[in-house]
Nanobody, 124 residues
Framework: QVQLVESGGTLVQAGGSLRLSCAVS????????MGWFRQAPGLEREFVAA????????FVADSVKGRFTISRDNGKNTTSLQMSSLKPEDTAVYYC?????????????????WGQGTQVTVSS
């Protein structure tokens, strides 16, 4: 059974930093590109960041460029999202996703597996 379990979401003040982690089991982690999406209340789920199966290629959304960084550890079957200079508009549920593809992609529908999400709230 495939499981993606996010952790690290919490309440943080604007300007602060936070690191989200995703522990993956039940699949060959190094065969999957990984990513993060987020969904704020009343809005569509949107792409945040993605990383290739080797970790050599990453994409981030324009809205978080320069503030968020995605990484992975294939030895530990984990992926992380380091977030800094957080803004109230970053408030959302953040989802870890896995794509049976080598290259990271931005499209929501291509991802095979999704975690349950972790809540990040940024206060002003």
């Amino acid at each position: 059974q495939v499981q993606l379990v996010e952790s690290g979401g919490t309440l943080v003040q604007a300007g602060g930093s936070l690191r989200l982690s995703c522990a993956v089991s039940g699949l060959i982690f190094s065969d999957y590109a990984m990513g993060w999406f987020r969904q704020a209340p009343g809005l569509e789920r949107e792409f945040v960041a993605a990383i290739s199966w080797t970790g050599s290629t990453t994409f981030v959304a324009d809205s978080v460029k320069g503030r968020f960084t995605i990484s992975r550890d294939n030895g530990k079957n984990t992926t992380s999202l380091q977030m800094s200079s957080l803004k109230p508009e970053d408030t959302a549920v953040y989802y870890c996703v896995a794509d049976r593809n080598s290259y990271p992609r931005r499209t929501r529908d291509v991802y095979d597996y999704w975690g349950q999400g972790t809540q990040v709230t940024v206060s002003s």
